[in-house]
Each structure stands twice: as structure tokens, then as C-alpha cells.
């Protein structure tokens, strides 16, 4: 997998924890949850990324 989809997935997972992190200091309960979605999502795709990492060798 190319470093910039690497790059790419970790930056919406960062992008999901600031998100849920001003939700939780505002009190916005939706924003938190989009935060917590976007965190999730980024962090599934980076896991998907080592697993056909490890399968390419």
C-alpha cells in the first residue's frame, strides 16, 4: 500500500479524535459521535492496510 493512502487513513483518524475531542469540550453529543465514526473508520482502514501488508511478503 502506497504511503500516501497510509498517510491518507491516519489523518481521518486524527481528523475523527479532534472531532470527538471539540464535541466532548462543547458538549455536542452529534459531533462526538461523527468524531467517534470518522476515528473508527480511519482506524479499520489502517488495520486493513497491515493485513494485506503482512500478505503481500
Known sequence: MSIFKK??????A?????????GR???RS???AEGR???VKG????AGAKIK???KK
Open 25 to 27: 469540550a462543547t458538549g
Open 7 to 12: 498517510l491518507a487513513h491516519k489523518a481521518e
Open 43 to 46: 482506524d479499520t482502514k489502517m
Open 37 to 39: 465514526g470518522d476515528q
Open 53 to 55: 501488508d503482512a500478505f
Open 30 to 32: 452529534r459531533l462526538k
Open 14 to 22: 486524527v481528523k475523527g479524535g479532534t472531532k470527538k475531542a471539540a
